[in-house]
């Protein structure tokens, strides 16, 4: 009789490393899916902010021809026909347009990146909690591979303990508690 319930824990045992296994492999899926897509968004993150700093060059660009040619205005303004006076205005108008025209984009621009950062950093924070529920899982492996070994149900029991490690990590990589 005592030889049929050894088995039956060990049966148990050995049905439970292998559910472990299973999660394990699950968990193994998500945290590389996470953590790929921090990666990507890292990358698109760069390319908004490098697109970002190609708009701030264009715009200051603009802005020192229109300072440039406001000088020049200044300097000459009373010797210029009415029509190269005009035709300066005209330019520094133009300036004016594409400096503002900038300033809009780059607006655009920086809320985009902004939106690329948040997103990389809750993908980093949810991979970052399933390798933390897969460190847990290979523990309760661990345990319940040495318990097998051993024949020792109270290393099974702590294997199956570091399981609520487990289930900590991964509901909050899916839930985000904290």
């Known amino acids: ?36 897509k921090a990666v990507l968004m890292q990358g698109q993150e760069t390319n908004q902010w490098s697109y970002y700093q190609a708009k ?12 440039a040619l406001e000088l020049q205005l200044l300097a000459q303004g009373k010797s210029l026909s009415p029509e190269v006076f005009g035709k300066f205005t005209e330019k520094i ?33 949810v991979g970052g909690n399933f390798g933390y529920g897969l460190l847990f899982v290979q523990i309760a492996i661990m345990m319940t591979s040495i318990a097998s070994l051993m024949k020792k149900k109270p290393l099974w029991y702590f294997g199956m303990a570091a399981m609520l490690g487990w289930l900590f990590f991964f509901l909050d990589a899916i839930y985000l508690f904290y």
Do not use: C, P
């Not at 701030?56 to 300072?67: C, E």
């Open 1 to 36: 009789m005592a030889e049929t319930n050894k088995e039956r824990w060990l049966s148990w045992l050995a049905l439970s490393t292998a559910f472990m296994a299973v999660i394990s492999a699950i968990t193994t899926m998500y945290m590389g899916k996470f953590s790929s």
């Open 56 to 67: 701030s060059i264009k715009s200051h660009t603009f802005d020192m021809q229109k300072q």
């Open 93 to 125: 108008r133009d300036y004016e347009k594409e400096i503002k025209r900038y300033e809009g984009e780059k607006k655009e621009i920086k809320a985009k990146a902004d939106e690329l950062t948040a997103t990389k950093i809750t993908a980093q924070h």
